[in-house]
């Protein structure tokens, strides 16, 4: 900026000098110091004064070249003053005072013209702020004023569906287990209108969830809060928006928490009085939201199982099922059985080998299992909802004594009660229990657990109608009865002597040595498909056996001889009787008769003697004249 004395605003020097009034003497003083003030620095303010209309025309030159021109021609001469200039008779200092004075007057007029431009600069920013600062405050009374509605929204609008679920590796306490799935905030699951908007709200405004590393702790309340387990879960973060799906990958290690009580569950879940499992999950978890930490929060949720939600055992099917013997110089039996699990669940894992007791009841519910095997499992390996292949094989070293023994107050063993109700069909019930002898690849806690319960396995019945096929007598004599016996003493009843000849249909699950030494009957004699009486073979006949092998479509079997000397047959019909010793005495040809029994067969095999009984048998009876 350059100086003009001569600007027409402000006129000569002398002629401003006289145009102002004299000052009254109390204020010469004051003025007086003010110019001592400004006469030091009144050098160094004009360099000051004149470049700002300079700075202030470069930027006006930018927008109208004319305008600047003149701004530039009213405001050099008001910047402007002559220091030599004396005023009210005050000498320099006073001057200088009132020039300053003056100048900063002039200027805050001039500034006018160019405020409106600056304010309408700060708009913007006063509208960004205070939109941020609204923002803050949402945050804020989202965060500190409605946790209770947020955190309702949240629990009714969370939607988490697994997709897999496979354990990683085995640890010592526990399992490393991998979770997927999908994770959705879903609005429309919250019923309460002010709740679904605030929640909506709410969460769009966050946009995503971090949560840190925490622990999760499962109880259940109606088993004395007895610790279920833990998980230990890492930092996940999720979009919680409306609508966004989010897949989440993690690891989490699994440890199983009271033994004791996990057994008890797992009783009453195996015996049928679990009718509802209430689940309590506890977990201090540390959220954050973008920049904002929301500190560590204490979170509970819990979970009602009943009905249909409450997990089954699996349906199961045999698949192989084969009996061997054991060589290479050891004794006993052993037991190949294939099964297939039914797996509904998203699940994937390897079980290592298992080890496991069977056992069968005694003879009654009192008294304890009687081991029967030691079984193992191959490795298990169980693919998302894929039925599950299971390869076991069990060993029977000897058959324990009270297993074959009879029953207090009755001739049969808990052996026989078990198989007769597999050979007449009906389901049996074997049990499981986890091994007390662990397997060098599973982990202490597994054979710990399992052995804790006692698992029922309902074993399908076999049906062996035909198993004994060719059943007949032969060589059949009659001795009649002595007319001058008691009646019903064993002289007055007819007594049959004949060769009795079974071939015994071997089931193709039984690939082991077996012989029949002895056999015994209760048959039922009948004559023109009339009941002519019983015959009495309930005393043990020796009997001989030999192997007959497959041919074709034929299975391999059994032949079964014995010999029956003067078994008394009952007479149950006199008529019947009477028309069979009328075709005896004037027939021309022999007579058959058909009888029906169930025969009880002394086998032996690799684990020893045992009986099996109550085989049904039918066949017929060749009489000859």
């Known amino acids: 900026m350059s100086d003009n004395p001569s600007s027409p605003l402000l006129g000569s020097s002398g002629d401003v000098e006289e145009s102002r009034p004299k000052r009254p003497e109390s204020q010469k003083s004051r003025y007086s110091e003010r110019s001592r003030h400004s006469k030091l620095s009144n050098h160094s303010e004009q360099p000051s004064l004149r470049s700002k209309p300079s700075e202030r025309s470069i930027r006006s030159q930018r927008s109208n070249r004319s305008e600047r021109s003149v701004r530039s021609a009213e405001s050099t001469p008001l910047l402007s003053q002559d220091v030599n200039h004396s005023d009210y008779g005050d000498g320099p200092d006073r001057r200088n005072d009132i020039a300053s004075a003056a100048a900063s007057s002039l200027r805050s007029l001039q500034n006018l013209g160019s405020g409106n431009s600056k304010q309408g600069r700060r708009w913007p920013t006063i509208i960004a702020l205070t939109f941020l600062c609204m923002i803050m405050i949402a945050i804020l009374g989202l965060g500190f004023a409605a946790p209770a509605v947020v955190e309702e929204y949240a629990k009714a609008a969370v939607v988490f569906e697994p997709t897999d679920l496979s354990i990683d590796s085995l640890t010592s306490t526990g399992v490393k287990a991998r979770i997927q799935g999908d994770f959705t905030l879903d609005a429309s699951r919250v019923h309460k209108k002010p709740v679904r908007d605030l929640g909506r709200f709410a969460t769009w405004i966050a946009g995503a969830a971090e949560t840190k590393q925490s622990t999760i702790k499962v109880y259940l309340p109606e088993y004395g809060n007895v610790l279920l387990g833990t998980a230990d879960v890492p930092r996940v973060v999720v979009d919680i928006r409306n609508g966004h799906t989010t897949h989440v990958d993690f690891l989490s ?11 008890r569950i797992a009783n009453d879940w195996l015996e049928g009085r679990l009718g509802q499992l209430r689940v309590q999950g506890f977990a201090e978890v540390g959220l954050k939201s973008g920049l904002f930490s929301f500190g560590t929060q204490k979170v509970s949720q819990s979970l009602v199982f009943e009905g249909n939600n409450l997990p089954a055992i699996p349906q199961y099917n045999i698949t192989k099922l084969n009996f061997r013997e054991i060589k290479h110089g050891q004794k006993g039996m052993a037991a190949d059985v294939s099964l297939s699990l039914v797996n509904e669940y998203p699940v994937t894992f390897t079980a290592p080998p298992l080890g496991f007791d069977i056992l069968i009841p005694g003879c009654s519910p009192e008294q304890p299992f009687i081991l029967l095997a030691i079984a193992k499992t191959a490795e298990i390996n169980v693919k998302p909802k894929t039925d599950v292949n299971v390869d076991v094989n069990g060993v029977v070293r000897e058959l324990p004594e009270t297993l074959i023994t009879a029953c207090p107050g009755s001739k049969k063993s808990p052996l026989d009660l078990i198989l007769s109700r597999y050979i007449h069909g009906d389901e049996t019930t074997i049990y499981v229990r986890g091994t007390d002898s662990p397997l060098p690849d599973t982990p202490h806690w597994i054979t710990e657990l399992l052995k804790s319960f006692v698992l029922p396995v309902p074993f399908p019945g076999h049906t062996f109608d035909g198993l004994i096929r060719d059943f007949s007598l032969t060589n059949v004599h009659f001795d009649l009865p002595d007319p001058f016996a008691a009646p019903g003493s064993p002289k007055s009843q007819p007594r049959l002597s004949a060769s009795v000849k079974a071939l015994v249909n071997l089931p193709e699950e039984m690939n082991f040595p077996i012989s029949v030494g002895r056999v015994r009957a209760d048959a039922d004699v009948f004559y023109k498909e009339k ?87 039918e066949g017929k009876v060749f009489v000859k004249r």
């Open 531 to 617: 009941k002519l009486g019983s015959l009495d073979l309930s005393r043990w006949q020796r009997a001989n056996s030999t192997r007959v092998e497959a041919n074709g479509k034929t299975p391999a079997g059994l032949a079964v001889d014995s010999i029956v000397k003067k078994a008394p047959l009952e007479i149950t019909d006199n008529e019947v009787f009477a028309d069979l010793v009328q075709a005896l005495i004037f027939g021309s040809r022999g007579i058959v008769l058909g009888v029906k029994a169930h025969v009880d067969v002394e086998t032996e095999t690799a684990l020893g003697k045992f009986i099996v009984r109550d085989l049904p048998a």
């Open 253 to 263: 290690d699994l440890v199983a928490g009271d033994i004791d009580g996990i057994r």
